[in-house]
């Protein structure tokens, strides 16, 4: 007896008994579908988030610094071993320490020359961009400039944003005005902390406005007895070793094109922090480039520019670690939060399954409902196995007609389900969304069926009915063939 | 000729409670092939559990026996079941026919278990109804045939296989008389011209007389008169 003749028996024998192969399918239908439902709310609501996440540019980047963070001593930039896988854990810590955000060349500045040292320069950058699955490297630039308005001025600091950060972090919301256009524009975002400060009205209304930005330069003395430098913030007791530096003040323009609602803290992972204000990133590298900040910058301006920290982006989250890693291997101080990622999809994978449980109790009831119609088939049909076996049907035989329709009905209640789940999530779906939005809330897919759960819950719906099926298909198959004729 | 049959003080016990049933109390007899054997006795005789042995259907308590030189009574399920399926073809009184199947279909459902290719199934299956007397009413379900016409598709189901050995359990039981000459006809022509090897149970000692070309006769479980015709 072939599959294929044990296939054409077991669909004609639930062709026999519509009704029942109907309400049995159906109520694996109900348990399939409250399955698929539950999961697919599960996946849906994970990759909501996990899109979001990623979208913020936090999972792809990669902190790295060249100081140790164990210790104070350390921090100062006197790294000369290759970071410890440890050290990861320590490093949101020890960062605020190392690397203080206003002194942007600290380590270039700070550590002593005998020691050999990683400088975090344009050529670790280079090496690190050389990385395999690294999209982007880019230095983090926080130049301390002033800036004026109309009757305003306040020092603070400017950050080089890189076009590709549009749309990720702080930069997913303006208040108003929209991200830079180019690289090279004279343009500028505000926070929208600052805007209030700069302004009395609407902070909107400074979008397209010119904000004036200055910052100080030192050069070669034209002469020793030139006029002392306008506006330096120099102390006086230092003016002497200042003999042949001039500090000059520069003043540039920029048109303001955004007002950026969310003021993050410094420093944030990725692309996406915000300060007070923003500059495009080739600008912010410009105005490093021969800006002076201290007596220090001034006297060591030959020396190759150092960064405190750079901003590695990976080219998908998923390349994160491996990134992260290589770069320790070089022998820099690296962080990520895709960790944190991990743990959260851990998480999703606990709510999955505790969904699945939840969804598996219709399950339960429904296959108790294919034993019960098989039972009951084997009770109406004894005389017919009898038969089949007194003209020569094995046990092995009778067990696979058996086992072959109770997999039929969780096939069909499997396919039924499912489709019966995605209705039920599209509703629930649209009538969540009109809710969320009626809320000021911006609409998302809540449920996501993916391929491998349409797979999966058929294949589960089957697996279910099969072992459903066992018990009834050996009693089926253990009938005595002389009982089952003399049964009426 | 070899023999077909060899039983060798044959027992078939059953537990009925507290008590003990000797359906079979210690038979022996011989069955050459292409022989007819009528099995006369009364009810509860003995017969159809001989006959329920034979066809591989139980398995025997003690003693040997053995059907084309294989000892059933050593044979496991799946091999009984292989027995049934190619050594014998059963008849039964109440025809027992699958009833959602029409004629061909129960005809080939036989053919199905010994792995028969599809197209084969169908067109012998076809013809073996032809044989019987039933052509043109392969697709007509049981339900639409009178008891003759039954009895027939269960013979046709019967031979599907080719089996050497047919038993017939009552097979006129329950058939008018007039049916009943047409299938004792038919059965004595699959002996006498197919060379069959058949053994019947019957009550009609008349009819088994004319028919068969031996009877035994058994009571309690025991073979008490053995007659050649």
Known sequence: MTFMDTLKLAFSNLGQAKLRTILTVSGVAVGIGALSCMVSFGVGVEDQLVSRLTGSGMFDSIMVTNVQFSGRGAARGRRTAPARGGERGAAPAGRGAAAPADTPDTAGADSPAETPRLRLDDEAIAKIAALPNVKSVLPDLRVPVQVSYKGFQEMTFAIGVPLSSAHEGGFQTFAAGSFFANETDDACMLSLDLAKRVTTEDPKTLVGQKLTISYATASAKSGATAAPPPATDVPEGLAGILTTQQINRIETHCTIVGIVERETAPGLFGGGSVSSVMIPFAKAKAIDAVQVTSLQSVLRQNEPRGYSTITVKASSPSHTQDVEDQIKKLGYSAFSLNDALQGAKRAFLLLDIFLSLVGSIALVVSSLGIINTMVMSILERTREIGIMKAIGGSDRNIRGIFLIEASAIGLLGGVMGVSLGWVVSRIINFAANWWIESQGGSAGNLFSLPFWLIGGAISFSVLVSLLAGLYPARRAARLDPIQALRHD | ?229
């Open chain 2, 1 to 229: 000729m070899p023999a077909a049959i060899e039983i060798s003080q044959l027992k078939k016990h059953y537990r009925m409670g507290a008590s003990i049933v000797r359906a079979l109390d210690g038979i022996s007899m011989t069955v050459q092939a292409g022989e007819f054997v009528g099995l006369l006795g009364a009810s509860g005789s003995g017969k159809s559990t001989l006959l329920n042995l034979l066809a591989g259907l139980d398995h025997a308590t003690e003693g040997s026996l053995n059907v084309f030189g294989q000892d059933l009574s050593k044979m496991s399920r799946e091999q009984l079941s292989q027995h049934r399926r190619h050594k014998v073809g059963i008849i039964f009184q109440s025809f027992n026919l699958v009833s959602t199947m029409t004629a061909v279909e129960n005809v080939a459902l036989a053919m199905m278990f010994a792995g028969v290719a599809r197209g084969e199934r169908q067109s012998r299956a076809t013809k073996i109804l032809e044989a019987v007397g039933l052509g043109g009413r392969g697709h007509h379900r049981p339900r639409e045939l009178s008891g003759g016409e039954q009895q027939r598709v269960a013979i046709a189901r019967a031979l599907a296989n080719e089996p050497a050995l047919l038993l017939a359990d009552e097979p006129t039981g329950n058939l008018d008389s007039k049916t009943s000459r047409e299938i004792l006809a038919l059965l004595t022509e699959l002996h006498t011209q197919h060379g069959k090897t058949i053994v019947m149970v019957t009550h009609d000692a008349a009819m088994a007389a004319r028919l068969t070309q031996r009877t035994v006769t058994m009571l309690d479980g025991q073979i008490i008169a053995e007659t050649a015709a």
